[in-house]
């Protein structure tokens, strides 16, 4: 196939989709095309291409082609092909029901609410050949859809996790070749997040609804050229099922005794308004592991999966067994099974009472794990159970192996992670009572999700959730979306009633952009700009309210969230001025915006790079005199730091001493050009080096400054140090983590101690991505792949690798719309050899180590470089 891979905003063959707007991508291999070859896109009604809707050309060098969808009807099947000189290749979509109002009823039941029911209607067909059949669904809080028990589908936790309360999801299903003349549709229906126990504080229950509740219409069009329809309604029966309770952190229960109840079906008013296509890729099943399996130390028996994964445990249970309880953990301590970090999540499958030898699987649940702690089964029966990953469906887009064993571990890590996060939306960890979208952590680990995964509709999924959010809070952004309104709980924890604070709420204009250079996807960024624009505007009018600083100086500020430099044990938010922090994401999120706009062609984008300026002159105004860096600004004395200083005392009882000149404030500073010119910029390169040597090397970052920190030390001569900092092995390090045995990447530096010892239980998951934002670095820097810039209409890649001597060799391979760019250096006697394949299409800059830049030529390139 020479073009290949046709999706349309982001999904391949999207059925029943909402498409606000229409994207059309594709892949090209094997094949030589020009640069500036003209691509046509058509869209037809019919499969013969004879009814073109639309027809429009492109010579952009990223495969897409972005078009208004104001032309769709409900429930249509549209054919679209691309062509390029003789090569075509085609592809589908379907729209789902759009405006077209809703037949069906909600239906629900009677009796007080139960963990999971059973709706089901018996189906009498006429008897006559089907042409095509869909089924348009959702059930809430979590379902599985069934025809004679077969289950329809290949995803799993439908509809996934998005805000109930503003949108429903409801998702389509192709059932043409499933239909009998008699069967039976059935979905059954558990808690999930909408009336489960959610949420950290213990938990809430009933949070979007205390009843689940279903709405189906299945359309079937004859070959006779005749339509039926079958709605959920009153005609449908509701039951008990074997499930007896399921929670996201608590786990399912299943016991094969219970008596089935007839329940009473009832049919709801309530309103269809929120009823929408979906957007997302699907949960589905991936990888299986099979279990290594031994008692612990304290006799318990264990199965280890070699891998913490996000997912289910699937197998056989024998018959008669009363009693079976799977215990999912992420560590063993001295030996012995150990969950005590999962807080209150109870991660437990049971199964009870089985009659017979029954395959068993959870449905309304998943866990984040690497141990299994086994009871009521023999180690003979145990270990042919296997675990199963679950995951938002995203094609792989970045390999990476090297010289360095560490280093490729590391990497693997790091995708793990996201793997086990990406599990419907973007989560800070897989296990404890948590599990939310924080947007922090998606802020600085999008870039690297996106090296590794296609992640525009999983993102852009999350994204249209976050807008929905911020449309409740006047512009402004919340720390996790989709966001909980928990009203009577109001007061009790700022995260449940604040905005978010810097680094979290950016994720508004950090997201779009970094999907935009990724993916070049215009749509991406018309969806997203009066986004980004209510939230730079709504901290532009709070600091007119303030006093026109153009700073970020109020508000509960997070800082430099896990950073190690107070030496406060307890103390979360680092010692980094959290006003230096804000302003900086201030002045990226303004300059992220006005770049939106640019490349959309729109007025706006002058006042919001007017703005940025304004900002960085700010911040120089504030951070330096003359060419000297200010150490305790004016700024500490702001209202940000006032909450901090009251947070601190409430929390852990002592006052901070915050400063600018910390590791993470003079590699922010560096990193985003923020000093008064080149002398200024001599000095913090200096007080940075300062700051490692004082360190021996190491690191005390946090979120907001781990992602810059070896990027600023490369970037202003300081290689040997950038490079000792990312192959430190000993704590705090990211390999001293791969020498812990570690599988994914931690939430903190120091979650485990050298001595093997976990460091707390109250905020501490072996499974978070944010620090994993250090892979941008090993893909920008070390392979040195640099993605065109933002506003190039053609695909220029720059490409600078760095030669550390930690490595003898590398090698990287990076999808791109034209087929993967591949990289490998390594080193020879005193020369290194650099092998670059250069995909159709696509102009690479090579930066030689002289600094001369050199044009590689489609196919393969040798260079040879002489190590001075
Ligand atoms: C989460 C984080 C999150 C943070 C913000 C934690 O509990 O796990 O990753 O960003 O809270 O405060």
């Known amino acids: ?54 027809k429009k050309t492109t010579t952009n060098s990223f495969n897409n082609l972005t078009v208004k969808s104001d032309f769709l009807k409900p429930r249509t099947r549209y054919y679209w092909r691309v062509s390029v000189e003789e090569i075509k290749s085609e592809s589908f979509f379907e729209t789902g029901k759009l405006s077209e109002p809703w037949l069906a009823h909600w239906i629900s039941y009677q009796e007080e609410a139960i963990p999971c029911v059973r709706f089901y209607k018996n189906l009498s067909l006429p008897n006559k050949k089907v042409r095509s059949a869909r089924l348009y669904a959702l059930g809430l809080g979590l379902y599985e859809v069934a025809l004679d028990n077969h289950k329809i589908g290949h995803e799993y936790l439908s509809p996934g996790y998005h805000s109930y309360d503003l949108i429903q999801q409801y998702q389509t299903y192709d059932v043409t070749n499933l239909l009998q003349a008699e069967s039976e549709l059935s979905f059954l229906v558990g808690n999930g997040w909408y009336r489960g126990r959610f949420v950290f504080e213990g938990g809430f229950e009933n949070i979007y609804g205390d009843k689940q509740k279903l709405i189906a219409e299945l359309h079937i069009d004859y070959e006779d050229g005749s339509h039926g329809i079958i709605t959920s309604d009153n005609t449908w029966n509701v039951e008990s099922s074997l499930i007896q309770e399921n929670s996201i952190y608590d786990g399912e229960v299943i016991d094969y005794s219970a008596d089935i109840k007839v329940l009473k079906l009832v049919e709801l008013n309530d309103s ?22 031994f008692y612990d130390k304290a006799n318990q028996l264990i199965l280890d999966f070699g ?13 008669g067994k009363e009693k079976v309880t799977f215990q999912f953990s992420e560590l063993l301590q001295d030996g012995v099974f150990y969950r005590d970090n999962l807080r209150t999540a109870k991660q437990e499958f049971k199964v009870l009472n089985t009659k017979q030898t029954v395959e068993v699987r959870p449905h309304f649940t998943y866990f984040g794990f690497r141990y299994v702690k086994v009871t009521g089964l023999s180690l003979m029966e145990a270990e042919k159970f296997s ?46 009572d948590e599990r939310m979208g924080w947007t922090g952590d998606i802020t600085v680990f999008s870039n690297t999700a996106s090296y590794n995964m296609e992640t525009r509709a999983f993102l852009e999924h999350y994204l249209k959730n976050l807008r929905l959010e911020q449309k409740q809070l006047d512009g402004k952004v919340p720390f996790f979306a989709p966001y909980p309104k928990i009203s009577p709980f109001e007061g009790i924890n700022p995260f449940l009633t604040g905005t978010a604070s810097a680094v979290w709420g950016d994720a508004i204009t950090v997201l779009p952009i970094t999907l935009y250079k990724h993916y070049h996807d215009k749509g991406i960024l018309q969806a997203n700009v009066e ?24 508000g509960m500020q997070l800082g430099d969230w896990l950073a190690l430099d107070t030496k406060i044990p307890g103390c979360v938010m680092g010692a980094t001025d959290s ?43 504030s951070y330096f005199y003359c060419n000297e860096l200010i150490d305790k600004p004016a700024t500490l004395q702001s ?25 993470t404030g003079l590699a922010m500073l560096l990193r985003y050009g923020i000093y008064p010119n080149e002398k200024a910029k001599n000095i913090l390169t200096t007080l940075l080096a300062e700051e490692m040597e004082k360190n021996d090397g190491f690191l005390t970052t946090g979120f907001a400054g781990t992602p810059e920190l070896p990027h600023a030390l490369l970037e202003n001569n300081l290689a040997d140090k950038a490079f000792e900092l990312l192959f430190k092995e000993a704590a705090p390090s990211w390999l001293f983590e791969v020498n812990m045995g570690a599988m994914t990447t931690w939430e903190r530096w120091d979650s485990i101690l050298p001595n093997g010892k976990i460091s707390g239980t109250d905020m501490n998951s072996l ?23 933002v506003r190039d209409e053609q695909a220029i890649y720059h490409i600078q690798p760095y030669y550390t001597d930690y490595l003898s060799w590398v090698n990287g391979k990076l999808k791109t719309p034209n087929g993967y760019i591949e990289l490998s250096w390594e080193k020879e006697k005193s020369s290194i050899l650099i092998e670059i394949e250069v995909p159709t299409r696509t102009t690479v800059e090579f930066i030689k180590l002289n600094g001369e830049t050199i044009i590689l030529n489609e196919g393969k390139n040798i260079i040879v470089e002489v190590e001075s």
């Open 639 to 663: 209202e940000v730091e006032q909450i901090r200083q009251g947070m601190m005392q409430a929390f852990v009882g002592v006052s901070i001493d915050t400063h600018t000149r910390t590791q």
């Open 1 to 54: 196939m020479k073009i290949h891979n046709l999706k349309v905003n982001g999904i391949r063959e999207p059925l029943g989709y909402s498409f606000e707007y229409l994207t059309f991508s594709w892949e090209i291999s094997a094949v030589r095309l020009p640069q500036d070859a003209i691509f046509t896109v058509e869209v037809a009604h019919d499969e013969l291409f004879e009814n073109i809707l639309l």
């Open 272 to 293: 269809q308004e929120l009823l929408e296509e979906r957007i997302d890729p699907s949960v589905v099943l991936l990888e299986e592991f099979k279990p290594r399996i």
């Open 307 to 319: 891998q913490e994964i996000s997912g289910w445990l699937c197998g056989e249970i024998p018959a």
């Open 531 to 554: 986004a980004m624009v209510a939230w730079v505007d709504s901290i532009y009018k709070e600091d007119e309210a303030k006093g026109s600083k153009r700073l970020w100086h109020f």
């Open 387 to 432: 675990a199963k990953v679950l995951q938002s469906e995203m094609d792989d887009t970045f390999e990476f192996d090297s010289s360095h064993e560490k280093l490729n571990q590391l990497l693997q890590n790091i995708k793990w992670s996201q793997k086990d996060n990406f599990v419907s939306i973007p989560t800070d960890c897989p296990q404890r």
């Open 579 to 621: 006003v230096l922090i804000a302003s900086v994401y201030y002045y990226l999120s303004a300059k992220n915006t006005a770049e939106a706009l640019k490349i959309l062609n729109d007025d706006r984008a002058d006042f919001y790079y007017q703005l940025s300026s304004e900002i960085k002159q700010a911040m120089i105004d």
């Open 767 to 789: 499974n978070h991505y944010a620090y994993g934002a250090v892979e941008d670095f090993v893909i920008e820097k070390i392979l040195g792949f640099n993605l065109p810039n």
